[in-house]
């Protein structure tokens, strides 16, 4: 069963500061990781996609991948209240394009 | 594009009742998705097309719920009968290996 798992939260943060968000997965032959945002009656937003370990970038968003840990996270720099939402961490397994494992999300709270 | 399109965006029906759910993915993705989303559940993979074809339905929770996909262009999801514990968010996704695109979902609320 390939499975993963977030924190479900809340995490609070004050307004500017960095939002950490940690994903682990199972499979260990998984390929490609997804960010998604979903806020309160909204569907799920790709927001970030990144395929090899170390850091990928865009804007105030960064992710990280380290595939020997398993271990996914999202960096959220300068937090705005905007930001508060879901955020759900998917996973491509290996057997290449098939169906996103999804974990259960972390809800983040931005406060002013 | 316009994006994954989902009809209706909300639905009441009765216990008993059929509903039918619909999906126009975005053009040329290749791979179709239906998921349901609950608070208790988060995201569970309903069933998944490959080129209209149907590949896994493990996901499909009963004999009461059935999907397909005549075209490229369209999709459904059929529930029948209904029952209150299928009150959920149904949401349609295509992709592409840059990520699934999710349509607005439908809301449905069996009473």
């Known amino acids: 069963q390939k499975e993963v798992e977030q924190n479900s939260g809340p995490l609070s943060v004050p307004e500017g500061a960095i939002a950490s968000l940690n994903c682990t997965y199972s499979?260990?032959?998984?390929?490609?990781f997804f960010w998604y945002r979903q806020y309160s009656g909204k569907s799920p937003e790709l927001i970030m996609s990144?395929?090899?370990?170390g850091d990928k970038e865009d804007g105030r968003f960064t992710a990280q991948l380290n595939k020997a840990s398993q271990y996914v996270s999202l960096l959220i720099r300068d937090s705005q209240p905007s930001d508060s939402a879901t955020y759900l961490c998917?996973?491509?397994?290996?057997?290449?394009?098939?169906?996103?494992?999804f974990g259960k999300g972390t809800r983040l709270s931005v406060i002013a | 594009d316009a994006g994954v399109i989902q009809s209706p965006r909300h639905e009441v029906t009765e216990m008993g009742q059929e509903v039918t759910l619909r999906c126009k993915p975005i053009?040329?993705?290749?791979?179709l998705f239906w998921y349901r989303q609950t608070m208790m559940r988060g995201l569970e993979l309903l069933i998944y097309f490959n080129n209209n074809v149907p590949i896994d339905d493990s996901g499909m929770p009963e004999d009461r719920f059935s999907a397909k996909m005549p075209n490229a262009s369209f999709s459904t999801l059929k529930i029948q009968p209904s029952e209150p514990r299928d009150s959920a968010v149904y949401f349609c996704?295509?992709?592409?290996?840059?990520?699934?695109?999710f349509g607005q979902g439908t809301r449905l609320t069996v009473v």
């Open positions: 499979d260990r032959g998984s390929q490609s």
């Open positions: 990144i395929y090899s370990n």
């Open positions: 053009s040329g993705h290749d791979y």
């Open positions: 996704a295509s992709s592409t290996r840059m990520g699934a695109f």
């Open positions: 998917a996973v491509n397994p290996s057997s290449g394009n098939t169906p996103l494992v």
